[in-house]
Nanobody, 124 residues
Framework: QVQLVESGGGLVQAGGSLRLSCAAS????????MAWFRQAPGKEREFVAA????????YYADSVKGRFTISRDNAKNTVYLQMSSLKPEDTAVYYC?????????????????WGQGTQVTVSS
């Protein structure tokens, strides 16, 4: 079992920054492919960013490319999402996801582990 706990959300003005954290406990964190998703009210959950366990290749949704950065610290069992130049349309609940299979965590389908989510609200 892996437990994921997100933190770092909050209220920020447009143009501001936030750093989300996802702390993992349980099995070997470094083996897991990690991703961030978000879900805005009335909308479906959407992919934000992903990070391969080996090699560190990153992937981003077009809507956040150049503004968000995903990273991980295996010594702390934590994955981060640094968000800059935030826009009101970034308002959502942000979730981290973990799976041993990258295709699953990249698609957000049949993912083994999800966090409980953290709210990000960007005011205009």
């Amino acid at each position: 079992q892996v437990q994921l706990v997100e933190s770092g959300g909050g209220l920020v003005q447009a143009g501001g920054s936030l750093r989300l954290s996802c702390a993992a406990s349980g099995r070997t964190f470094s083996n897991y492919e990690m991703a961030w998703f978000r879900q805005a009210p009335g909308k479906e959950r959407e992919f934000v960013a992903a990070l391969r366990s080996a090699g560190g290749t990153t992937y981003y949704a077009d809507s956040v490319k150049g503004r968000f950065t995903i990273s991980r610290d295996n010594a702390k069992n934590t994955v981060y999402l640094q968000m800059s130049s935030l826009k009101p349309e970034d308002t959502a609940v942000y979730y981290c996801a973990a799976d041993l299979i990258f295709a699953k965590v990249r698609a957000g389908t049949r993912v083994d582990y999800w966090g409980q989510g953290t709210q990000v609200t960007v005011s205009s």
